[in-house]
């Protein structure tokens, strides 16, 4: 079976944001960590080269794969801020009608600008995927 390439690492959170050239990117980056690790109650890990996580957990499959990932995350990318929420996100339809203009993948919520959305949604949008996470692991 393949192993996961991406991985929690040793490098700092801060020195991979500060890195980050776009000043209204870092700027965001920096509130969602905050809000991140007061949801999570964790503190941010690097995963792979570009990943901030928050805790971890151990997951199985039916089909016998496993392995280890983070509750939930996020990631500067060149188009939107990619934030990982693992619980899945037709899940939480309910509160992304709230939440503003994003765009979605099956666990990633793909933002534009912070401006761009409502924060005390997607502070409960965190929440509940975490929650649901620690609750199934």
């Not at 905050?34 to 690097?46: A, D, I, R, S």
């Not at 801020?81 to 709230?98: H, V």
């Amino acid at each position: 079976m393949a192993e996961l390439k991406t991985k929690q690492t040793d490098r700092g959170v801060e020195e991979f944001l500060n890195e980050i050239s776009d000043e209204k990117t870092r700027n965001d980056c920096y509130t969602v960590l905050k809000l991140m690790q007061k949801v999570t109650g964790e503190k941010p890990k690097m995963w792979g080269s570009s990943i901030v996580g928050f805790g971890n957990y151990h997951y199985k499959y039916e089909s016998g794969r496993e392995g280890d990932w983070f509750l939930v995350g996020f990631s500067p990318r060149k188009q939107n801020l990619t934030l990982y929420l693992m619980y899945g996100l037709e899940r939480l339809e309910n509160l992304l009608k709230k939440l503003g203009k994003y765009k979605t993948g099956k666990s990633c919520l793909y933002i534009k600008s912070l401006a761009d959305i409502d924060q005390s949604v997607l502070k409960e949008l965190i929440k509940q995927s975490v929650d649901s996470i620690r609750k199934r692991y």
